[in-house]
């Protein structure tokens, strides 16, 4: 079993290949290929490698599949004996990434089956995504 703790927008997330998870909101595109820098640990078949605080040349290949929003999260505010109340909601902005592989140094230690990989279209045909960006580099 391969799994990676990686670091994207000021949190920490156990990733595995082949499996997908929201994360805030990036600047990317759907279907855009993304490569995560910020590796803490690595593990592989028993084999751990620790960063300190990344590994180094440790990489996690994703692609974003959409842009969506979470759950309503409803915050209410009353005083008592006023008659002061205050509703409010707030939705995170949020994107689901695809874990496509886990790899150091370009060896690739786990990567997802190839059907995961290839998101298929409502035509029924795969779609290959063609654009890389790199995580680094994006605003957080």
Known sequence: MTYAIIETGGKQLRVEPGRFYDV?????????????????????????????????????ETTAMQ??????????????????????????????????????????LGSAPADAAAPISPSGEAEAATETADLSQAPE
């Open 24 to 60: 805030d909101r990036l600047a990317v595109e759907p279907e855009q290929n993304l490569l995560v820098n910020k590796v803490l640990l690595v593990n592989h078949d028993g084999t751990t490698h620790i960063g300190r605080p990344f590994v180094e040349g440790a990489t996690v």
């Open 67 to 108: 842009h969506l929003r979470g759950r309503k999260v409803i915050v209410y505010k009353m005083r008592p004996k006023k008659k002061t109340r205050k509703k409010r909601g707030h939705r995170q902005e949020l994107t689901r990434l695809m874990v496509n592989s886990i790899s150091i140094n370009g060896s690739v």
